[in-house]
């Protein structure tokens, strides 16, 4: 599986992106994308994720009611449409498969991952 992460850039605070993540081979062995991202010193953390058998989804108390995920399954792609944009926001945001059992909060279960994209939120 091939993971092709996109739409990050430069914003200024309480502005919005939308990135997407676009997936790629054999697809069919996953069953969750997740979107997790790492600020420069700081361990990667979970920020959202989204079946893409049911379209349930999850989010990290500090992004619930700003951010959304969602997944348009005939082009495999799923995104994530943040507002409300914060300073603390800004840091490298990956997508992941998921193919494995186990709590969705942790890279663990993801085993395969796109490149990451940039977002900077100035304030």
């Known amino acids: 599986v091939q993971l092709q992460a996109s739409g990050g850039g430069l914003v200024q605070a309480g502005g919005s992106l939308r990135l997407s993540c676009t997936a790629s081979?054999?697809?069919?062995?996953?069953?969750?994308m997740g979107w997790f991202r790492q600020a420069p010193g700081k361990e990667r953390e979970f920020v959202a994720w989204?079946?893409?058998?049911?379209?349930?989804?999850m989010y990290a108390d500090s992004v619930k009611d700003r951010f959304t995920i969602s997944r348009d399954s005939t082009k495999n792609t799923v995104y994530l449409q943040m507002i409300s944009l914060k300073p603390e926001d800004t840091a490298l945001y990956y997508c992941?498969?998921?193919?494995?059992?186990?709590?969705?909060?942790?890279?663990?279960?993801?085993?395969?991952w796109g490149q990451g994209t940039q977002v900077t939120v100035s304030s």
């Open positions: 992941g498969a998921q193919n494995r059992a186990g709590p969705r909060t942790l890279q663990g279960v993801y085993g395969y």
């Open positions: 989204i079946s893409t058998i049911t379209s349930t989804s």
């Open positions: 081979g054999r697809t069919f062995e996953t069953f969750g």
